[in-house]
C-alpha cells in the first residue's frame, strides 16, 4: 500500500510541473484540408477550473494526460484563421485532440482536429498495466480517478464506438478490462460487443448511482454535502 501510494504521489507531483509544447497538425475533413496550430500546458485558465470545479474534479493532483489545449485552425489552402479557442484536452489514437471547451464549441473544424476517435491513457508511459477501465467521455475517466481508480490505464471512447478499439486489438494487451460505461442502451451494447469478443478475458462491470461514472461522482458529492448539512 504504502509503496502504491508513493508511486501515485510520484505521477500527480509531474503533473503538476508545467508543460508547454506546440506542434501543428495537418487534417481533413471532406473535401477541405484544415491546419492547426496547437499548443499544450497545464491546466491553469480560470474557466477551465470553474468547469473541473462543477464537475466536483477540482484542481489538485490531475492526471498527468489532462492537458489544457489552445488551438488555431487555418483553412489548408489559403492559411486564413477559421477559429481558435481552448479547452480540456487528451490526445485522441487518430495524432489529433479530444478538447471539451467551456463553451461546448463543435464546428465542423473543430471536429476534424478531435475525428472521434479514442483515447489511450496510460497510468505510466514507460510501464506497462494489466488492467484498463474503459469509458465514454473525458468527464468519465476524470471521475473514475477522483473516486480512486488509479491502477490502470484508461481508455476514452470520445464519442466512437467499440469497434475501431477491438479493431485495432488494443484491449489484448490486458489482463483485467473494467467496464464503466453508460447505463443506457448504447452503453449495454458496447459491453455486449467487448465480452463477446473477450471471452477469455476477466471482465468486470462497474456499478454506479447514476447514468456514467461522471454523474455518478456528482450524486455522491451532492450526497456527501447534504448529510454534512444535516
Do not use: C
Not at 508545467?18 to 474557466?47: C, I, Q, T, W, Y
Not at 469509458?135 to 484508461?154: N, T
Not at 467487448?194 to 462491470?205: F, G, M, S
Amino acid at each position: 500500500k504504502y509503496m502504491r501510494e508513493r508511486f501515485l504521489g510520484i505521477m500527480e507531483n509531474t503533473a503538476t510541473r508545467e508543460e508547454r509544447r506546440k506542434e501543428n497538425l495537418n487534417l481533413s475533413s471532406g473535401s477541405r484540408n484544415f491546419e492547426f496550430s496547437v499548443e499544450m500546458k497545464d491546466v491553469k485558465h480560470p474557466a477551465l477550473i470553474r468547469l473541473l470545479n462543477e464537475r466536483k474534479i477540482g484542481k489538485n493532483k490531475l492526471p498527468y494526460w489532462l492537458k489544457e489545449v489552445h488551438f488555431t485552425i487555418y483553412d489548408g489552402e489559403t492559411g486564413e484563421v477559421i477559429e481558435s479557442g481552448f479547452g480540456l484536452g487528451i490526445r485522441n489514437s487518430a495524432g489529433g485532440w479530444n478538447i471539451r471547451t467551456a463553451m461546448r464549441l463543435e464546428s465542423k473544424q473543430k471536429k476534424a482536429l478531435v475525428k472521434n476517435s479514442y483515447s489511450l491513457l496510460k497510468l505510466d508511459p514507460m510501464l506497462k498495466s494489466d488492467r484498463v477501465y474503459v469509458v465514454e467521455g473525458l468527464f468519465d475517466a476524470l471521475a473514475l480517478w477522483k473516486m480512486g481508480y488509479r491502477d490502470g490505464d484508461f481508455i476514452v471512447l470520445n464519442g466512437s464506438n467499440v469497434k475501431k478499439l477491438i479493431q485495432d486489438n488494443i484491449l489484448d494487451r490486458y489482463e483485467v478490462i473494467a467496464l464503466a460505461l453508460d447505463n443506457d442502451e448504447a452503453g449495454r451494447r458496447f459491453e455486449r460487443e467487448i465480452a463477446e469478443k473477450y471471452t477469455y478475458k476477466n471482465l468486470r462491470k462497474l456499478r454506479y448511482q447514476g447514468k456514467d461514472p461522471s454523474e455518478a461522482l456528482l450524486n455522491l458529492v451532492n450526497k456527501l454535502t447534504h448529510n454534512l448539512q444535516l
